[in-house]
């Protein structure tokens, strides 16, 4: 059923042709909301057309903030004569531009409706990976949007403890879910090997992080016992890892993605920092896939404990051994991808958390 609302969708960074977990997520998000009057408005380094989408050319994140007061424009223009409209703040980025958009816009329109969908809850991520300027500020930004939105969402029930505890402000949960594909489309990579799988750019740290324990922890232990076991790795254009053992499959489309993960024995992810949910876990629960993961990368996931296809391990070398004791698992449990299809599926997320509102 089609929603007669107006939404508009912000985000401070590129989601069309969507390059990164939270790239994906939020543009899944927008193509699911049940409305023909949508909009999206994003910033980006390169051009992009799109349908329902505008996009504001940014070279840097000054220019960004320069170019807010455009963003603001285009929302006003969009909202010129609409009754009620809903905007939605995507969370992925600093939350210092979220601040300085509303601050900007706030009163300049009928009776709307501000959301902002989080991704994690920031200010523990900047506290982690910044200096103290930078998290104090967040946190001040982080405390406002709490406050003065209509909606804060969180994608777990852990985050949601988290923004109660931190800024004593209420949240609704909105799951990371993921756009299914037809499972019997995607052929299977059949390799001359069993490759368990990593995939995610090294350019986000918690993933350059999680290679380097693959490669320096891990993968040394399983080769030893087991010399015919392949890692593949999926989301950069080069490595700077050179070994028998590796294969860099490269930055894919996401039909190849989902071969190679198919394809793959186990998809393995010793993340040993993480925020929020991740695409990448949710995508192998979703294709019924054997996991081994560290307890960090389960971070936000609703996983159901009897179907036993899910094992933790933080300690380097019981990870390698349940690499090595599970590398002949069925490659796909179908109750399982059933299970995860139904409960990860963006859209019925998407369409539940628009009755909602």
């Not at 409209?85 to 600093?94: K, L």
């Not at 029930?157 to 879910?177: A, H, M, Q, V």
């Not at 069993?194 to 995939?199: A, D, E, P, V």
Request: aromatic letters at 14%; proline letters at 3%.
């Amino acid at each position: 059923m089609k929603n007669k609302n107006n939404f508009i969708v912000i985000n401070f960074f590129r989601v069309t042709n969507p390059y990164s977990g939270a790239s994906e997520i939020s543009y899944n998000f927008f193509k699911s909301i049940p409305s023909k009057n949508k909009k999206l408005i994003q910033f980006s380094n390169i051009k992009q057309h799109e349908f329902q989408t505008e996009t504001i050319i940014t070279s840097s994140k000054i220019d960004k903030f320069l170019k807010i007061f455009k963003m603001v424009n285009l929302v006003n223009q969009f909202c010129l004569n609409k009754k009620n409209p809903i905007i939605i703040v995507e969370g992925a980025s600093w939350v210092g531009y979220t601040f300085l958009f509303h601050y900007l816009l706030k009163g300049k329109l009928k009776n709307p409706k501000f959301i902002y969908h989080s991704h994690n809850i920031e200010y523990l991520l900047r506290k982690e990976k910044n200096n103290i300027i930078i998290s104090i500020l967040t946190k001040y930004f982080e405390n406002y949007i709490s406050k003065k939105f209509d909606i804060f969402t969180t994608v777990s029930n852990s985050d949601k403890k988290k923004l109660k505890e931190i800024y004593n402000s209420k949240s609704i949960l909105l799951p990371n879910g993921v756009s299914l594909p037809n499972m019997k489309n995607i052929k299977e990579k059949k390799e001359n090997c069993n490759y368990i799988f990593f995939c995610g750019s090294i350019d986000y740290l918690p993933n350059k992080e999680a290679l380097e324990i693959l490669i320096n922890n891990i993968m040394p232990f399983v080769i030893k016992k087991n010399p015919n076991i392949k890692l593949y790795v999926s989301g950069n254009k080069k490595i700077p890892y050179k070994k028998d053992y590796l294969k860099n499959i490269g930055f894919v489309s996401k039909k190849i993605f989902y071969s190679y993960l198919k394809g793959s024995s186990l998809f393995v992810n010793p993340m040993k920092t993480a925020f929020g949910s991740q695409v990448k876990m949710i995508s192998a629960l979703v294709f019924g896939k054997t996991i081994i993961a560290s307890k960090k990368a389960t971070l936000g996931l609703d996983i159901k404990n009897n179907f036993n296809k899910v094992f933790i391990a933080d300690d380097h070398k019981k990870f390698a051994q349940l690499i090595l004791k599970n590398i002949n698992s069925k490659k796909i449990n179908k109750v399982n991808s059933k299970f995860y299809q139904n409960k990860y599926s963006i859209e019925n997320i998407t369409l539940n958390f628009i009755k909602k509102i």
